[in-house]
């Protein structure tokens, strides 16, 4: 008798699925139908830290640096500046820029000399100004301004 209830039950259960099953979420990426609660690797970004400084040689006289460290191009007595474009996005008139960006994407870095000030050289000793890198690692980038002769 037990074995005909439990026969019938699970003929009711089959019965009402009408032989369909779950179908996948997501067909490009197959992900188990029942089991595993797996993270998604594609959903991980990876984040490099940028730190762009500039400097000047010598200091201005009159010196005094803008606020929380950016600069909006327009005041005298500056040594220098950087502008900052990666993934269509610009920022402009930074002394100091420390931000975490996404790994692998174009960074462009130009230096913008002030009044009385040229520019020199990057930390990394390349004198080609705008500089252009890939962003796979942690990067420390310095732009050094000296005061023009003429």
């Known amino acids: 008798m037990i074995k005909r209830l439990i026969?019938?039950?699970?003929?009711?259960?089959?019965?009402?699925?009408?032989?369909?099953?779950?179908?996948?979420?997501?067909?490009?990426?197959?992900?188990?139908?029942?089991?595993?609660?797996?993270?998604k690797v594609s959903n991980l970004q990876v984040t490099y830290n940028l730190s762009v400084n500039s400097v000047g040689l010598p200091l201005p006289v009159n010196y005094s640096p803008p606020p929380a460290g950016h600069h909006n191009g327009y005041s005298f007595?500056?040594?220098?500046?950087?502008?900052i474009e990666y993934n269509g996005i610009y920022n402009n008139g930074w002394v100091s820029f420390d931000q975490p960006l996404p790994?692998?994407?174009?960074?462009?870095?130009?230096?913008i000399p002030g009044e009385g000030y040229k520019f020199s050289e990057w930390?990394?000793?390349?004198t080609v100004n705008p500089i252009t890198f890939n962003l796979s690692s942690n990067t420390d980038i310095t732009a050094t301004f000296v005061t023009r002769d003429d």
Do not use: H, M, R
Request: proline residues 8%; hydrophobic residues 40%; charged residues 15%.
């Open 7 to 39: 026969y019938i039950s699970l003929l009711f259960i089959f019965a009402c699925t009408k032989g369909e099953l779950p179908e996948p979420k997501n067909l490009d990426t197959w992900e188990p139908i029942i089991g595993y609660n797996t993270p």
């Open 77 to 83: 007595g500056l040594f220098g500046w950087v502008n």
């Open 103 to 111: 790994s692998g994407i174009d960074v462009t870095i130009t230096a």
């Open 123 to 126: 930390s990394n000793g390349q």
